[in-house]
């Protein structure tokens, strides 16, 4: 049985195949959707697939209010702009800044996304450098990464290269795409819309470009030698939905409809994704189960920070469980218990582990879980809920 919260940072252009592990998977999942104005075509579809799902503002998660289901499968989906792909530097900024944000409320990160202009920009490679919790994108059966959405539906980049030597000069089109063509179209409206004023009806007349924004995108597919679109089926989404938006795509455009052979198409890479990410929540489960196992007996010796007596979410102001010694070290800058000496383990702890409401936050952090053994770091947000913080945040439910 699969225990703890599996992160998911993603795209809409990939939400099918999102959808479609999450479909394939039998086991109970509890998922939670954080709100947000890109997870409109994610939305509808767990309701069309009959999915149920929470959701939750991203301010009440990083208030410490995002409550997963204890002992369970919880997925916790944070969607991002589509439109980022125009803009790869706001791209990386915006993932990176949101996979620290995660870190206390997951146990691993999932990102269904590409690196679309990143070229080199491994996230998960990024995150383990930053002592993150276990991560993974896209990647072929070479652990090649996918850099766009057509290479995580055909299985990777050098796939990609043989398919752009085969089908010179075609529009490549794959389910989430042709539904999603708009939205896709409008993350460089701006540009477009600004470059089109600009041309006079004389301009218009000898370059041959149409007014409206599809008559200057026809134009600038015309001057690649663009005639067709390879329409990719990967199995995904709906299919009535996805053949009537090809059909839309292609009227717009004004490129002929060519279906791509068998063999292009590839789930590879969204099987091996999510049965790695699985994994993490997995193999982390065990951990705790052994941590269970030795934690009435062997606490000092394997450098557990503990709060006896404690409950998560108990008033220590009405129960006066805690000494008043504020004895601590300090480590890089940061403010830890001193695992040399387990008083100081207990009472230094009092201060950054109590919120402002006077209730615990955290009941156990194992060492393995810190940055270095017998280390735990705390600290305080910017809502003043004090709770774990860095590389050995964890839930309050963590055991």
Not at 27 to 33: Q, R, V
Not at 375 to 391: K, M, N, P, T, Y
Request: one cysteine or more.
């Amino acid at each position: 049985m699969t225990k703890g919260v599996l992160g998911v940072i993603l795209c809409p252009m990939l939400d099918d195949n999102l959808l479609y592990s999450l479909q394939k998977d039998p086991e109970e999942k509890h998922i939670t959707l954080v709100d947000h104005s890109s997870n409109v075509s994610v939305r509808r579809k767990l309701r069309l697939a009959g999915i149920p799902f929470d959701v939750v503002g991203w301010d009440d998660v990083l208030g410490w209010r995002y409550e997963p289901v204890k002992d369970a499968f919880n997925i916790l989906i944070l969607t991002i702009d589509l439109g980022l792909h125009a803009r790869p530097d706001v791209l990386k900024s915006t993932v990176e800044e949101r996979t620290e944000e995660m870190q206390p409320f997951v146990d691993a990160i999932g990102f269904y996304l590409g690196t679309c202009g990143n070229y080199e920009w491994d996230i998960p490679a990024w995150s383990d450098g930053r002592g993150f919790k276990p991560s993974e994108t896209f990647r072929d059966s070479n652990g090649r990464l996918c850099h766009d959405c057509v290479g995580v539906n055909i299985a990777g980049g050098p796939k990609y290269g043989e398919m752009q030597k085969a089908f010179v000069a075609h529009l490549f089109v794959f389910p989430a795409m042709a539904t999603n063509f708009d939205d896709f179209m409008d993350a460089d409206a701006a540009d477009s819309a600004a470059t089109e004023e600009s041309l006079t009806d004389e301009m218009r007349e000898v370059l041959g470009i149409e007014k409206g924004r599809d008559g200057y995108l026809r134009w600038l597919l015309s001057l690649g030698g663009y005639q067709n679109i390879l329409k990719i089926d990967t199995g995904l989404g709906d299919h009535e939905e996805f053949d009537c938006a090809t059909v839309d795509v292609a009227r717009r455009t004004g490129l002929n409809i060519k279906d791509a052979p068998e063999g292009w198409a590839s789930l590879q890479p969204t099987d091996d994704l999510y049965a790695r990410c699985k994994g993490f929540l997995q193999s982390r489960s065990e951990e705790r189960h052994g941590l269970r196992q030795v934690l009435p007996f062997e606490m000092h010796r394997v450098g557990l920070a503990v709060l006896r007596g404690i409950s998560y979410g108990e008033d220590v102001h009405q129960r006066k469980a805690f000494g008043n010694s504020k004895r601590g070290a300090y480590r890089d800058g940061v403010e830890v218990a001193d695992p040399a000496r387990p008083q100081a383990q207990i009472d230094g702890l009092q201060h950054h582990m109590v919120g402002d409401d006077g209730r615990v936050r955290l009941r156990y952090v194992p060492a393995g879980e810190a940055a270095d053994p017998g280390f735990l770091l705390l600290g305080e947000d910017q809502h003043h809920q004090r709770g774990a913080e860095g590389h050995g945040a964890v839930r309050p439910d963590f055991i």
